[in-house]
């Protein structure tokens, strides 16, 4: 189908997924836009577009980019963009955008629905009633009312819970490493650590994003510290919850019932579990709501004519569309403190209330706003279940009550250009110092008050110690007897028989049985793997 504007037009959109048709009506109104809706090879003429709509069945790759020139702007109307090569994109100079807020309420309301439906054996009841029987007896419920609802991850949606949940006049307790306290005080949550959290709840939902961290983070040994009688909910990820330790612990009787919108494998196939009496089923539905899917169309399409009217993106996945050369000026740098930021991430695991990042060096005489948002983005990736970017990266630090500010300074310390974090946090202060070598690379150069010479890849490990004889010894024993090879180590003292550390480079990513017993040495205080991907 073609709409065409009734007058003369100055750009082309092209839809080229099924949409919301109320949601493109932004785009249709407007006088000086063209839509056209069809499959890219439906098409005789991509050249002429200046937008592409789509949603996850077009592949948005290098090839079709290239056969669309004029192209400013791909919006994915919708969270995921698996189907768009972000590389090529930006290579191109096309922004790319989605709608990370469309299905919040959608997602919010699903997981309150499917509490309150586990809690009244609705679902049960239901059934029973459609087999003809009248069984009262058997379908008594529970009341929300003043129970504890435990929520792990407290973004967006967790946030929209968390109001629905006072409405109900339940407690609301959250666990959540990177929420500072006075933001959970604004929200009106009580921050736990996460096994407070599992004593005290009387139902758990979980809403993080699936990281090593959080795979099987309700797990055989979490479950066992859970209230008797406990409910648990998921409608986040698959693999946040451990189906086998979960099942396990519903026919013991320890957890009282479940509710799942997500599954570890999908389309769901553990029906050991799902046919369970005491399980609430639903196959990945929380977003699909009418009004979500029309919520992310409006939200693209307005987008859309925001950017094709010279406005900035508010949902931008990749860099902005900038000359190519101040792009390949800077392209170093935005590589050193995206990386840079994505270290300290990993090795800050705690709240951060403030970050500053200053430069030194030729590249504070060109435009470092890029770059400081660059390494907002590197530090916020790790702990944020969406896309995030040099656009959105202040934005989403403002939701997580984080600021930051970036300087420029004269001391370069012999180096000729030089970036330097300093991040404040619940745990102290954390500093890092890197550079940019021509022909070597990204270096980290400094780590707190140690100087260091390491190249930020592959996987690391971060090992703070006492400087005695024979710790060094230790560690490579303990780590042969794990099967992990050591490529290079890099070693800093602030004076002998002092505090030092050992940033290790090995050959494999190393299991948290390694973590642990590095750490159940005497002399280190505590090690961290960093992974760079």
Sequence with gaps: MIVQADVETSYAVLVSDTMSEDGLLPLVQNEKIEVVQGKPDEIDDLSRFSALLVRSATQVDAALLEQMPELKIVARAGVGIDNIDLHAATKHGVIVINAPDGNTISTTEHTFAMMMALFRNIPQAYTSLKNHEWNRKAFQGT??????????????IGTELAKRAAAFQMNTVVFDPFLTAERAQKIGVKLLELEDLLQIADVITVHT???KETEDLLGKENFAKTKPGVFIL??????????????EALDSGHVAGAALDVFEHEPA???GLIDMPQVVATPHIAASTVEAQESV????????????????????????????????????????????????SQCVKSAVQHIDVSFSGTIAHEETSVLSRSFMAGFLSPRIDAPVNVVNAGVIAEERGITYRQAHTSESYGYANLVEAHVSGTNGDFI????????YGPRITKINEFNIDLIPNG???????????GVIGKMGQLLGRHDVNIATMQVGRKEEGGEAIMMLAVDKEVSDAVINDLTAVEEIHAADPIEFH
Excluded: W
């Design 269 to 271: 196939d553990n029906y």
């Design 432 to 439: 890092v110092q890197g550079t940019y070598i021509d022909a």
């Design 297 to 344: 169309a409006i939200q693209v399409a307005e987008e859309v004519i925001q950017v094709l009217n010279g406005a900035p993106a508010a949902h931008s996945i990749n860099l902005p569309a900038i000359s190519e050369e101040l792009y390949e000026k800077i392209r170093p740098y935005y590589e050193l403190t995206n990386t840079m930021g994505h270290f300290v």
């Design 459 to 469: 996987h690391l490990i971060y090992i703070r110690h006492s400087d005695q004889p």
């Design 209 to 211: 994003p699936l990281t």
């Design 143 to 156: 009341e929300l009312r003043g129970k504890t609802l435990g929520i792990i991850g407290l973004g967006r």
């Design 234 to 247: 998921n409608c986040a990820r698959g693999g946040i919850i451990n189906e086998a330790a979960l099942k």
